[in-house]
């Protein structure tokens, strides 16, 4: 079985605080994504890596940045956190020849 | 511009009936298309997908259906159970397989299975 986890399930932070979002994956898979998801926008794609060290923009980049040093690792950076940022943020993967992406269960992240 | 719509929010079906939730697009190079379910507090979970070289997919009680001229999927499911309550997310492919390739996310339908 895939598994995804994301290392908070909660999280709270302070407007203008640095956040960090991490992701682990366990099935060496080469592609990692980075969303959110609000009521009535559905998932929207932040960033994505489909290679270590490798980040593509996805459709609302701007305020975020990620890291992926390791390949089971995709990492999401709130550089200064605001309150457009609260949000369901969910890290997923896929194996090199599947459409198929894996979630984790998401953090919830509320910014004060 | 929301390439991948799906126009009702919520939809409320009687438990043993059939749901149908229906999915719109607006990009002709989506290549596939997959179904995944989403608990509260949960992360989504793949339901079913679909080539665009099919017209129809069947899993379970599960079957999507593609009409590719008309740029619509639509996903059924018979009979509903109390289980299927959840949104559920409709997602088209772009770019490569074997690259930069990514899922175009719908807004989500949020089923209800009245008992």
């Known amino acids: 079985d895939v598994k995804v986890t994301q290392s908070s399930r909660y999280l709270v932070k302070r407007t203008g605080e640095k956040v960090f979002l991490e992701c682990v994956q366990d099935?060496?898979?080469?592609?990692m994504f980075w969303y959110r998801q609000d009521p009535g926008l559905g998932l929207r794609l932040i960033y994505f890596s489909y290679d270590v060290k490798m980040k593509e923009k996805g459709d609302i980049p701007e305020g975020y940045s990620v890291s992926r040093e390791k390949k089971e690792r995709f990492s999401l950076i709130l550089e200064s956190a605001s309150t457009n940022q609260t949000s369901m943020y969910l890290c997923?993967?896929?194996?090199?020849?599947?459409?198929?992406?894996?979630f984790g269960p998401g953090t919830r992240l509320t910014v004060t | 511009d929301q390439q991948v719509k799906q126009n009702s929010p919520s939809l409320s079906v009687q438990e043993g009936r059939i749901s149908i939730l229906n999915c719109d697009y607006t990009?002709?190079?989506?290549?596939?298309f997959l179904w995944y379910k989403k608990y509260p507090a949960e992360g989504p979970t793949f339901l079913i997908s679909?080539?665009?070289?099919?017209d129809k997919n069947e899993d379970g009680r599960f079957t999507v259906f593609l009409n590719k001229s008309a740029k619509h999927l639509s996903l059924h499911i018979v009979p509903s159970q109390p289980g299927d309550s959840a949104v559920y997310f409709c997602?088209?492919?772009?770019?490569?397989?074997?690259?930069?390739?990514?899922?175009?996310f719908g807004q989500g339908t949020r089923l209800t299975i009245n008992p």
């Open positions: 679909i080539s665009s070289i099919k």
């Open positions: 997602a088209a492919s772009e770019g490569p397989i074997q690259g930069a390739q990514k899922l175009v």
């Open positions: 990009n002709s190079m989506f290549d596939y």
């Open positions: 099935m060496d898979h080469e592609n």
């Open positions: 997923a993967s896929r194996g090199f020849s599947s459409y198929e992406q894996y």
